[in-house]
């Protein structure tokens, strides 16, 4: 008579699953709370260090903006519905917002049922890579803009 699979390393691997599942909830819901909390700063990028008073160390050092400048300004002003600011802050804001949006929805549905999620996602090397190569080409065509003097910093 064949003895069943033991079923406790698949039930601690949903628990595991659903207790990271709640980290990336609470991670996404805490950026959401303090977007709506903040003060947009009027210049586009001075919000993040109402957070954090240490500045940009590559805007310091380069004069550039990194590839996240104005990012926590753009989130402050899509939790006031005013998208066009936010792109102006920094053009990945309001997708990054909406999918912070969608991390939160993920992660609760994953959560409840135990399985996959944000962070199963971002196992992949092809999604992440793919996130990579497309923060880092935005932040390559602002700079460009603001070279041609059509953005700014």
Do not use: K
């Not at 949006?101 to 196992?123: D, F, I, K, M, S």
Request: aromatic share 10%; glycine share 10%.
């Amino acid at each position: 008579m064949a003895q069943a699979a033991d079923p406790a390393p698949e039930l601690a691997l949903a628990r595991g699953r659903r207790i990271a599942n709640l980290w990336w909830a609470a991670g996404a819901l805490a950026i959401l709370i303090l977007s709506r909390l903040l003060t947009p700063d009027p210049s586009g990028h001075g919000t993040r260090p109402s957070l954090w008073p240490i500045p940009c160390l590559w805007r310091v050092s380069t004069g550039l903006p990194c590839p996240s400048c104005g990012m926590t300004t753009a989130f402050v002003w899509m939790a006031r519905g005013e998208p066009r600011r936010a792109w102006q802050c920094n053009p990945l804001g309001p997708p990054a917002y909406v999918l912070t949006w969608v991390v939160l929805v993920w992660a609760l549905a994953a959560a409840a049922r135990g399985r996959g999620g944000p962070g199963a996602a971002l196992e992949s090397r092809r999604v992440l890579v793919g996130l990579i190569a497309v923060y880092l080409g935005v932040w390559v065509v602002r700079l460009l803009f603001l070279v041609a003097g059509e953005w700014r910093a």
